[in-house]
């Protein structure tokens, strides 16, 4: 990849656990200095320990939209990573205070055997939520 971004960027890559978001946002973050990456999941585990929905989902994303926007005004693009299951959630993550943004979102489609594998290598059993969640649709 390499290069530039031409103008500030707002992107949210949604989709269940183990679609690639978190390894997009990272070689999009690698290869673009002024690109930064929030983590949703991570930001929920550092601090409660926990998935979605954790105890205090409000505080989350209040963090979140402030990390955001800082980013923003000191002139580096935003990559939110986060499961972002509705459209609320996800019209949410694409708000911005900072005027003249691009906005883009990009949900993963991926199939329910390839999510059921990847949970198998990565926990050891298909036991997620997420992953139940994907059998339910």
Same mark, same amino acid.
């Given at each position: 990849?390499?290069?530039s971004? #031409?103008?500030l960027?707002?992107?949210?890559? &949604?989709?269940?656990?183990?679609?690639?978001?978190t390894?997009?946002a990272k070689? %999009?973050v690698?290869?673009?200095?002024?690109?930064a990456?929030?983590?949703?999941?991570?930001? /929920?585990?550092?601090?409660?320990?926990?998935?979605?929905?954790? /105890?205090?989902e *409000?505080?989350?994303?209040?963090?979140?939209?402030?990390?955001l926007?800082?980013? %923003? #005004? +000191?002139?580096? &693009?935003?990559?939110?990573? !986060?499961?972002?299951?509705?459209?609320v959630?996800?019209? *949410?993550l694409l708000?911005? #205070?900072v005027?003249?943004?691009?906005n883009l979102l990009?949900?993963?489609?991926v199939? +329910?055997?390839?999510?059921?594998?990847r !949970?198998?290598?990565? *926990?050891?059993t298909? #036991?997620s &939520?997420?992953?139940?969640?994907? &059998?339910?649709?």
């Amino acid at each position: 990849m390499g290069g530039s971004l #031409k103008g500030l960027w707002l992107i949210v890559l &949604s989709g269940y656990p183990g679609a690639g978001k978190t390894l997009l946002a990272k070689r %999009l973050v690698a290869d673009y200095p002024y690109l930064a990456r929030v983590g949703v999941d991570e930001l /929920r585990e550092m601090l409660f320990h926990e998935a979605y929905p954790c /105890r205090d989902e *409000f505080l989350v994303y209040s963090m979140i939209a402030e990390m955001l926007d800082a980013l %923003l #005004k +000191k002139g580096y &693009s935003v990559v939110i990573d !986060s499961t972002a299951p509705d459209n609320v959630t996800r019209e *949410f993550l694409l708000t911005s #205070k900072v005027t003249r943004v691009n906005n883009l979102l990009v949900v993963f489609n991926v199939e +329910k055997g390839v999510l059921v594998e990847r !949970s198998i290598e990565r *926990f050891g059993t298909t #036991k997620s &939520s997420a992953v139940e969640n994907a &059998s339910k649709h």
